[in-house]
Antibody, heavy 119, light 107 residues
C-alpha cells in the first residue's frame, strides 16, 4: 500500500521558520519526482515545489521562490520542505505528492500537515 | 497564462451523470489530470492525461479534452463521489497549475 505521511506543521509567528517532512512507503521512492502542494483556508490547490528523483533539480512556484527549499533523502524515503520568512499568506495545509514523470500528473498524495502563520 | 476555469459547484441526482468542466485556451493541446479531494483526506488521481484511468478507479469515471474545454464525467453517481474535483495541467511558463475546484453534491 502506497503511503505518504507528512509531519512538522505547526503554529508559527510571521518571519519564523519551519521544516516539513514527508515519509514515503509502498513504492520505489527514488523513481519518483516529489512535490509539495498547499491549500490555503477556503482556497484551492497551489503547487509549491518539486524535486527530481536524484535530488539534482528543483523547481519552485513564484510565490515561494527564495523562501522555500525542497530536499530529499532517498536512503530514508523522505522529503523535506524548509520554509523561511514565513508570511500570514503561507497559512495552509501542505501536501506531499509523488509523480512518476516530470510535467505530468501527481500519482500519490498524503493527507497533509497544517501550517498556521499568525502573530 | 494557464488559468483553469471550473464551475464552483455541480449537483447530480443519485445514479445520474455529472459533468465537470475545466476551461482554458487550447487546453485540448495539453494533458489534463483530475483529482478527487474529500475533506481531511489525501487527494486521489482519478483521470490522467485527459482520459486515462489509474488502477483502482471505477470505470464510472471518464475524461475528455478538446478545444478549450476538458471534461470529467461521472456516470451512475454515488454518495461516495461527493468531493471537490480539481483539474491540473503543466505549462512551461507556469509549471503545475490547478483549477479552482468544483464541489460535487449528490442529491
Amino acid at each position: 500500500e502506497v503511503r505518504l505521511v507528512e509531519s512538522g506543521g505547526n503554529f508559527v509567528q510571521p518571519g519564523g521558520s519551519l521544516r516539513l517532512s514527508c515519509t514515503a512507503s509502498g513504492f520505489t521512492f527514488s523513481d519518483y519526482w516529489m512535490h509539495w502542494v498547499r491549500q490555503g483556508p477556503g482556497k484551492g490547490l497551489e503547487w509549491v515545489a518539486n524535486i527530481k528523483e536524484d535530488g539534482r533539480e528543483t523547481y519552485y512556484g513564484d510565490s515561494v521562490k527564495g523562501r522555500f527549499t525542497i530536499s530529499r533523502d532517498n536512503a530514508w524515503h523522505s522529503l523535506y520542505l524548509d520554509i523561511d520568512s514565513l508570511k500570514v499568506e503561507d497559512t495552509a495545509v501542505y501536501f506531499c505528492a509523488a509523480g512518476q514523470h516530470f510535467a505530468d500528473c501527481l500519482d500519490f498524495w498524503g493527507r497533509g500537515t497544517p501550517v498556521t502563520v499568525s502573530s | 497564462s494557464s488559468e483553469l476555469i471550473q464551475p464552483l459547484s455541480v449537483s447530480v441526482a443519485l445514479g445520474q451523470t455529472a459533468k465537470i468542466t475545466c476551461g482554458a485556451a487550447n487546453i485540448g493541446m495539453k494533458n489534463v489530470h483530475w483529482y478527487q479531494h474529500k475533506s481531511g483526506q489525501a487527494p486521489v488521481l482519478v483521470i490522467y492525461r485527459s482520459r486515462q484511468r489509474p488502477a483502482g478507479i471505477p470505470e464510472r469515471f471518464s475524461g475528455s479534452n478538446s478545444g478549450n474545454v476538458a471534461t470529467l464525467t461521472i456516470i451512475e453517481a454515488q454518495a461516495g463521489d461527493e468531493a471537490v474535483y480539481y483539474c491540473q495541467v503543466w505549462d512551461y511558463t507556469t509549471d503545475y497549475v490547478f483549477g479552482s475546484g468544483t464541489e460535487v453534491t449528490v442529491l
